[in-house]
């Protein structure tokens, strides 16, 4: 069935340095959807960015991702961490408009 | 205002009480969601309400029932809870379940079972 990987748990970084989060996919479908989502500490998950097109840089508050279809993969970077980054970050798969499936997360602590 | 409200946002039960997440929108939205919570393991969807009455089973159905019967409120139940059922409830709403769609959630319910 379609999975999403997160290989990295935990990410400790010093505020200013370079932020990259791995996702990568299993899917049936050809046209996937990728997502993540931010859930920063007692709040609830958020979306920060998307992408259907394979190759294309998308960009939201700081953060990029690009969809590698052929190497299955949606990676979320940021060029310099600032502490307000701190989260939980979600790497998510549309399941062909059934559900989302979420990957296990990778929390985030940038420290000054 | 776009909101996604769950109640209670704690609870405490004994193995084998009843518990009753409630959840509600105000958005109009025609699919609900229903997801836990679990240091590593992420999100896991519980149950699908693609409508009132029209709900189907997620990934970790086992343990759980729901009820929607009317499109803003969207209800998770457990009977007879159990220690494995301690996690972080939340609820999530999107406008048709289409894909690329963006789900909208709540703040979550902590749910501890004794």
């Known amino acids: 069935g379609d999975s999403v990987t997160q290989t990295e748990g935990l990410v400790t970084l010093t505020e200013g340095l370079p932020v990259m989060l791995n996702c990568t996919y299993q899917t049936i479908y050809s046209n996937p959807f990728l997502f993540w989502y931010v859930q920063h500490l007692n709040e609830s998950p958020r979306l920060l960015l998307k992408?259907?097109?394979?190759?294309k840089r998308t960009e939201h508050q700081g953060f990029h991702a690009t969809l590698h279809k052929s190497s299955s993969s949606f990676h979320l970077q940021k060029s310099s961490a600032q502490l307000s980054d701190s989260a939980l970050y979600y790497c998510a798969l549309d399941q062909g408009g059934r559900a989302l499936i979420f990957g296990t997360g990778t929390t985030v602590s940038v420290s000054p | 205002d776009m909101k996604v409200t769950q109640m209670p946002r704690y609870l405490i039960k004994r193995m084998g009480e009843n518990v009753l997440l409630e959840c509600g929108q105000d958005m109009s939205h025609e699919t609900m969601y229903w997801y836990r919570q679990d240091p590593g393991l992420g999100l896991q969807l519980i149950y699908i309400s693609y409508d009132v009455d029209s709900n189907s089973e997620g990934d970790i159905p086992k343990g759980y029932r729901v009820s929607r019967k009317k499109r803003e409120h969207f209800s998770l139940i457990l009977d007879s809870a159990k220690t494995n059922q301690t996690s972080v409830y939340f609820c999530?709403?999107?406008?048709?379940?289409?894909?690329?769609?963006?789900?909208?959630f709540g703040h979550g319910t902590k749910l501890s079972v004794l």
């Open positions: 999530a709403s999107s406008f048709t379940g289409t894909f690329n769609e963006r789900l909208f």
């Open positions: 992408s259907f097109t394979d190759n």
